[in-house]
């Protein structure tokens, strides 16, 4: 009797497990278009590599591409010369790239108490916009937005930073070392 009862078991626990060897791939699929929505959501919020704005920027690198990265990194160690080119190159790196607490508290550490700045609003005596102070504060990342990088030297070992935004504005910001480390002196934002 027992015999019976165990392959009366064996039999139950057969025809449960066809079943659900039936339900297995609507299971899957299920759980599968969970994954996809869940993970394209997460990706929209937080996109890895941010894409051009415009399509005249389709050939340029973005300026925290790895290879991007190196090659601005290289062009202000040269210009830094022997006045600690890594501290430029980082501070850069965390103006064009940065996007969290840390990066920004870097970035104002780094930054001079006031700092030049253009005033659309405002013009000089040769009609151009007019250069203003404003505090260093107030300064903003780029936060990874930075297309067509340009590294140049400025007077007396400054080195400028010059970007376009993706869209119809070109950027820069200005390095430099008036005391012992490099701070940003001056930003600039021109727009078609």
Same mark, same amino acid.
């Not at 009366?8 to 996809?36: E, F, G, H, W």
């Not at 959501?41 to 790895?66: E, L, M, S, W």
């Given at each position: 009797?027992?015999?019976?009862?165990?392959?009366?078991?064996?039999?139950?626990?057969?025809?449960?497990?066809?079943?659900?060897?039936? $339900?297995?791939?609507?299971?899957?699929?299920?759980?599968?278009?969970?994954?996809?929505?869940?993970?394209?959501? $997460?990706?929209?919020?937080?996109?890895?590599?941010?894409?051009?704005?415009?399509?005249?920027?389709?050939? $340029?690198?973005?300026?925290?591409?790895?290879?991007?990265?190196?090659?601005?990194?290289?062009?202000?160690?040269?210009?830094?010369?022997?006045?600690?080119?890594?501290?430029?190159?980082?501070?850069?790196?965390?103006?064009?790239?940065?996007?969290? $607490?840390?990066?920004?508290?870097? %970035?104002?550490?780094?930054?001079?108490?006031?700092?030049?700045?253009?005033?659309?609003?405002?013009?000089?005596?040769?009609?151009?916009?007019?250069?203003?102070?404003?505090?260093?504060?107030?300064? %903003?990342?780029?936060?990874?937005?930075?297309?067509?990088?340009? %590294?140049?030297?400025?007077?007396?070992?400054?080195?400028?930073?010059?970007?376009?935004?993706?869209?119809?504005?070109?950027?820069?910001?200005?390095?430099?070392?008036?005391?012992?480390?490099?701070?940003? %002196?001056?930003?600039?934002?021109?727009?078609?």
């Amino acid at each position: 009797m027992a015999i019976v009862g165990n392959e009366a078991i064996m039999v139950v626990a057969n025809q449960d497990c066809q079943k659900m060897k039936r $339900y297995r791939p609507a299971i899957t699929t299920l759980i599968l278009s969970a994954l996809n929505l869940f993970s394209s959501a $997460y990706a929209h919020t937080f996109p890895i590599k941010p894409a051009p704005f415009n399509d005249r920027f389709q050939g $340029y690198q973005n300026a925290c591409v790895f290879s991007e990265r190196q090659r601005i990194e290289a062009e202000i160690h040269v210009l830094a010369a022997n006045h600690e080119p890594a501290l430029a190159s980082r501070l850069a790196h965390e103006m064009l790239c940065g996007d969290n $607490y840390q990066s920004y508290q870097y %970035v104002i550490s780094h930054t001079a108490e006031t700092i030049r700045s253009v005033d659309t609003e405002r013009y000089d005596e040769h009609g151009h916009f007019a250069a203003v102070q404003v505090a260093g504060a107030t300064i %903003v990342l780029v936060r990874r937005k930075a297309w067509d990088v340009r %590294v140049s030297r400025l007077y007396a070992g400054g080195i400028e930073i010059a970007f376009s935004d993706g869209g119809p504005c070109s950027s820069s910001f200005e390095i430099d070392r008036p005391a012992r480390h490099w701070v940003i %002196v001056a930003t600039d934002v021109m727009c078609d």
